[in-house]
Every structure is written in structure tokens, then in C-alpha cells.
């Protein structure tokens, strides 16, 4: 895929599972339940174990029909390491302007993480093609979506923190772009206790919103606006 099939697919999706584990095998084994939940995207964090090791496994054995990312990226020496294993998108928790500049000069779609207005506007300015607002939660959740959307509606908001199933669907009402779900979605104690498929549920309920809610929207849009 080339980045712009990769930034499509994951506006077409609309969610970013987002994986935090103890070992990489139970990284390894979140993505694979996401997968069965319907859900073809996942994002690897540097803080899982052998995170590198677990995005190029990952790339290896189920890279046709997975996109696979980074998070948790601060600089541009991690970034080209998650790249060289096959990284298609690159996300961070805050916003460092170096990042920025290689993921675009690699051709990678980038989630520069921002909180303020003015920390959003420089993600975008810089080439962000997402700009992750996290914790989003901090601030007022689907709330502060809707007030950054007012001025900003160019700028494709990826809602991160505060995500669950009884949010999503005001997150996408205020305008999200795509939701970046963590631990709502992979749940942590499904996975160490093995029950993948409450995850892959999670998964499963997490897309149903997320169409349905799209649906709703956009019968309920004025003829010739449309939302992103």
C-alpha cells in the first residue's frame, strides 16, 4: 500500500486499536483478535516488549491484509527503526517536528500527537496527516473535538484517551476523523487471561458504532456537505 491507500483505509475504518501489553506475544495475539473482529489495522507502541521484532513479525505473517503502525514514536532514530521493519504509519503522544518532517520524507502517514490549538495547528502546518489529540480526554472528550473542529475543520482529529464504546459515537458526531482506542478496545485483562475473543468482540462492537453512527450523520447532513 502506498500512503495514500494507507491514510484511505484508515479513514474508511475509522479505528485505530491501539496495543499496550507485558510481552510481545500477547501483542502478537491482540492484533490477531482485533484482526478477527473485523477490525484490519493495529498499532504496535514502543513501550510493548521487542516492539520492533513484533511489528516486523507481524508485517511478515499477516502484512497483506493487516495494516500495521507504530506508537508511541518520539523521535526520528525510533521512527526508522519501526519504518525498516515495515511500519506503515507512525504515531506519537505529543508533537516533535523532526518526526514530522521524516515520516513525510519517508512516505509514511504520521499521527503527530497535539493538545492545544495552537500545538494542533503546528502538527497540521508541519504535514501531520492526522494530528492525534490525546489525552482528549483531558479536556473535555467529544466536547473539545467540536470546539476544535469549529476552526480548524481542514484538520483531521484522531480523538485519543477517554475512547470507548459509550463515547464513539460523540466523538464521531463532533467530527473525528478516526478513533484511536486503547485500553476499551484491546482490554488488558482479556489478554492476559487469554480471552481473545472479548476482544475481538470489543472489536466487532466498536465498527458497528462507528457505521451506524456515519450512517446517521450523513442522512442527517444537508444535501452536498459532507463529514469526514
Do not use: W
Not at 37 to 57: D, H, L, Y
Not at 110 to 133: H, I, N, Q, W, Y
Not at 199 to 207: E, G, H, L
Request: proline residues 5%; contains cysteine; positive net charge.
Amino acid at each position: 500500500m502506498d500512503k495514500a491507500e494507507v491514510f484511505q483505509r484508515i479513514v474508511e475504518v475509522g479505528i485505530v486499536p491501539v496495543v499496550r501489553a507485558a510481552s510481545s506475544e500477547d501483542a502478537l495475539r491482540a492484533a490477531e483478535a482485533v484482526s478477527l473482529g473485523g477490525i484490519p489495522i493495529v498499532e504496535i507502541t514502543m513501550t510493548v516488549p521487542g516492539a520492533v521484532e513484533v511489528i516486523r513479525s507481524l508485517v511478515k505473517q499477516r502484512g497483506g491484509e493487516l495494516l500495521i503502525g507504530a506508537g508511541t514514536v518520539l523521535d526520528p532514530q525510533m521512527a526508522r527503526r519501526c519504518i525498516e521493519a515495515g511500519a506503515q504509519f507512525l504515531a506519537s503522544p505529543g508533537l516533535d517536528l523532526e518526526t514530522v518532517a521524516f515520516a513525510r520524507a519517508q512516505g509514511k502517514v504520521m499521527f503527530a500527537g497535539a493538545l492545544t490549538p495552537t500545538e494542533v495547528l503546528a502538527a497540521f502546518k508541519a504535514g501531520s496527516d492526522f494530528v492525534k489529540v490525546f489525552p482528549c480526554n483531558a479536556l473535555g472528550g467529544p466536547k473539545y473535538i467540536a470546539s476544535l473542529r469549529g476552526p480548524l475543520p481542514q484538520v483531521q482529529l484522531v480523538p485519543s484517551g477517554g475512547v470507548s464504546l459509550q463515547t464513539a459515537q460523540e466523538f464521531i458526531l463532533a467530527g473525528a476523523a478516526a478513533l484511536a482506542a486503547g485500553g476499551e478496545l484491546v482490554d488488558a485483562a482479556a489478554l492476559r487471561s487469554g480471552k481473545l475473543e472479548t476482544i475481538a468482540q470489543n472489536a466487532r462492537s466498536f465498527v458497528e458504532v462507528v457505521r451506524k453512527t456515519r450512517g446517521r450523520a450523513k442522512a442527517a447532513a444537508p444535501a452536498g456537505v459532507a463529514r469526514s
